[in-house]
């Protein structure tokens, strides 16, 4: 009997039990037992003592659980007989919760609590199925609280929601447009036909288009033979494939027999450039080109399929035509960059038969130009960056441009008189990045000074090049690392600075056009349509 209860009560949950001497087994230990229960409730076991065997009963001590015999507390060493009954109560447990952490940054995982600055836009959801809304302070992220459960099934988050991108609507253009009278123009014009232009300018009364878009397969803006004085300002300038093998993109601007011309903050790509010829000898400020940008000017033909053919046309970013004695032309902080493959212009900036007054040069200032290459690359090319004199000419000044990679030659002068070259940086590595050398046949220097039209006029001591930084990288087999940075001598070459010995480093080029952009956000130059 006696053994056969302390075993019972070893069983049980959390008990004090002493055992008390007996005839079968004399003094037992005192023995701690575990009681265990639901959290927070209390937890009773009771027993009665099994009748049947003799013996002297036993003794139970008082402890922290509340002990009774028979109903009784007992307060003291008791002995238990046969039949009475045993009961054990441990009271519930004083519950205290740990403090909740304050809420966290997002993101938080699903359940978390969460704290913003200010006003946010917070979403819930995960993948591709969100629920968002603006939260100021304190967030849950629940579903709940964010209305409903964006994705069933799936863990889900919270975080601040990306800005909402906006696609503009595509532009809607218009038919061609016919000016015919003075006055400001604004709009968006468009033509499918090469042999129309999307703008034709038919009056010598000032006429200003600006804020405007246009594009066409031909001439974009074309003003012929009229005496027109033409200002397009913050416009954007696309030239579309005519899809015709006997053609390239137009021009963006021709002009003819103009008055006056004005380019600016106009961002040009897929053209043949600006076109002016012939100047009329009226107006005081006959040509500004000015904060445009130009991207991939095209002289290709078409292939009639979409793309190009490796024929093609020579055109310019800029080719003055006959200009003469133009005083106050102001061609400066244009950026004109082409890629190989995928343009083909010949000389960036041409002034062709044209000049300016020995007191007001035609100054080409502070361009950045970035690329001029050969079809394919290593063709042999006779364009570059900024041809001076071409087919003669007077008062022509190329300062403070920096020119890069132009394939054939950076800047040069090909004839006429009182031609300067100064303050500018002229790099190039002579090569792409895949190794392909550019103009490879017939490769020229980065800046040269030459008479191609032998004019006894000529005086060799008014053509100067001085002040510029040179480095004119020209590849061949055997000779990587071969330069060649000036060349011809129908001019004076002062002091230049060139860069030291060796293969020209790609950084130097990357290093130039940073200089440039951070020259012109100096000089508040805002470039292209806004």
Same mark, same amino acid.
């Given at each position: ?89 441990? @009271? ?6 740990? =403090? +909740?952490?304050? !809420? &966290?940054?997002?993101?938080? %995982? #699903? /359940? ?124 954007? @300038? ?6 015709? =093998? +006997?053609?390239? !993109? &137009?021009?963006?601007?021709? %002009? #003819? /027999? ?273």
């Amino acid at each position: 009997m006696h053994h056969r209860l302390c075993a019972l009560l070893l069983a049980l949950p959390i008990l004090l039990l002493a055992c008390g001497p007996s005839p079968q087994t004399g003094t037992s230990t005192t023995r701690s037992l575990a009681l265990s229960g639901p959290l927070g409730q209390d937890t009773t076991l009771s027993l009665t003592v099994p009748t049947g065997d003799q013996g002297s009963g036993f003794t139970l001590t008082p402890a922290s659980p509340v002990l009774t015999v028979n109903g009784a507390p007992i307060t003291g060493p008791v002995t238990v007989q046969p039949g009475d009954t045993v009961t054990v109560t441990v @009271a519930a447990p004083t519950l205290t919760p740990l =403090p +909740a952490p304050p !809420p &966290g940054p997002l993101p938080v %995982a #699903e /359940g978390e609590k969460f704290s913003v600055d200010g006003t946010v836009s917070v979403r819930y959801g995960a993948g591709t199925r969100w629920r968002t809304r603006d939260v100021s302070g304190t967030g849950y992220c629940s579903s709940a609280w964010f209305g409903g459960d964006p994705a069933v099934g799936v863990a889900k988050h919270c975080e601040v929601a990306p800005p909402e991108v906006i696609v503009p609507p595509a532009p809607v253009y218009a038919a061609p447009l016919v000016i015919t009278a003075g006055g400001r123009y604004t709009g968006n014009w468009e033509s499918t036909d090469p042999l129309v232009p999307s703008v034709l300018v038919k009056t010598a009364e000032p006429v200003v288009i600006e804020n405007c878009r246009v594009r066409g397969a031909g001439i974009l803006i074309k003003a012929p033979w009229v005496g027109v004085q033409l200002t397009v300002r913050g416009c954007i @300038a696309q030239g579309l494939n005519p899809n015709d =093998p +006997a053609r390239t !993109p &137009g021009r963006f601007l021709s %002009a #003819e /027999g103009f008055q006056s011309v004005v380019v600016e903050r106009t961002t040009i790509e897929g053209t043949g450039g600006i076109y002016l010829n012939a100047w009329n000898g009226k107006g005081t400020q006959p040509v500004v080109v000015r904060a445009n940008v130009a991207r991939n000017l095209e002289g290709r033909y078409s292939d009639g399929q979409g793309g190009y053919s490796e024929r093609f046309y020579r055109i310019q970013f800029l080719q003055l035509n006959s200009v003469k004695a133009a005083p106050n032309v102001d061609i400066g902080w244009n950026r004109i960059e082409n890629s190989p493959y995928l343009s083909h212009i010949e000389d960036t900036i041409n002034l062709y038969k044209s000049s300016g007054t020995a007191t007001s040069p035609i100054l080409v200032h502070d361009n950045l130009i970035h690329g001029a290459y050969g079809t394919p690359p290593s063709a042999s090319y006779s364009g570059g960056g900024i041809l001076l004199g071409d087919g003669g000419g007077a008062h022509q000044r190329a300062v403070g441009n920096t020119v890069l990679e132009t394939s054939n030659y950076g800047i040069a002068v090909a004839g006429g008189n009182h031609m300067q070259i100064t303050g500018n940086t002229v790099l190039g590595t002579g090569q792409l990045s895949d190794g392909t050398v550019l103009d490879a046949p017939d490769p020229d220097s980065g800046i040269y000074l030459r008479d191609y039209q032998q004019d006894p006029a000529h005086i060799v001591a008014s053509v100067i090049a001085t002040g510029n930084t040179v480095g004119w990288g020209r590849p061949k087999v055997g000779r990587p690392d071969a330069r060649w940075d000036t060349g011809g001598a129908a001019g004076t070459y002062g002091p230049n600075t060139r860069l030291p010995a060796g293969a020209v480093p790609v950084t130097a080029l990357q290093d130039a056009a940073a200089a440039w952009a951070s020259r012109a956000v100096g000089a508040g130059v805002l470039l292209g349509a806004p």
